[in-house]
């Protein structure tokens, strides 16, 4: 669910909004890669506590453990709003991270294809090749490198239509016994 910014302002302090205004778009694209990690990790953090204490809340709202000071808490509307901004600007962040994996990625690929292109060229210069026609060995004789069969092929069918026989007259019999 979209959060509206008078809702980040009023449920986180201050240093969380600076923290979910630099994972929106125009300011998530200048910062560099290590500021981008440092952001990811900052944020990872407050959301962590975020989860911890609605966990908390959560908890104290059925009865199962009491807060310190006693008493029960009543809602837990204020705690899921701000886990669910703080969850959504690691969103951001992880997305923009995965963005510039690809784009970093394509670059590499691109680098490594024109390496190739040169290598095929250099190959294939005119320098390489020889300058006239040269005698060669001739036609040579291409060994079978297929493994000699040591069944016959008349056997092998022999032997299978008596296996099938065998099984028909087996069912033939189960048939009749009524098995």
């Known amino acids: 669910m979209p959060n509206s910014r008078r809702t980040t302002l009023r449920v986180l302090d201050n240093a969380e909004v600076e923290l979910v205004e630099a994972s929106r778009h125009p300011s998530i694209n200048e910062l560099s890669d290590s500021e981008l990690q440092q952001l990811r990790k900052n944020l990872r953090e407050r959301r962590d506590r975020a989860r911890d204490i609605a966990n908390r809340t959560r908890r104290e709202m059925r009865g199962k453990s009491a807060r310190d000071d006693g008493k029960a808490a009543k809602t837990d509307a204020g705690i899921r709003e701000r886990l669910s901004i703080l969850a959504n600007a690691v969103q951001r962040t992880n997305q923009e991270h995965a963005r510039r994996q690809r784009f970093e990625g394509r670059g590499e690929l691109k680098r ?67 098995v």
């Open 112 to 178: 490594n294809a024109e390496k190739a292109l040169e290598m095929r060229r250099a190959a294939a210069s005119p320098i390489n090749r020889p300058t006239s026609r040269r005698a060669d060995k001739g036609m040579r004789a291409i060994p079978n490198e297929r493994a000699e069969d040591l069944v016959n092929r008349m056997e092998l069918g022999r032997v299978s239509q008596f296996v099938r026989d065998s099984q028909a007259k087996r069912d033939k019999r189960h048939e009749e016994a009524g």
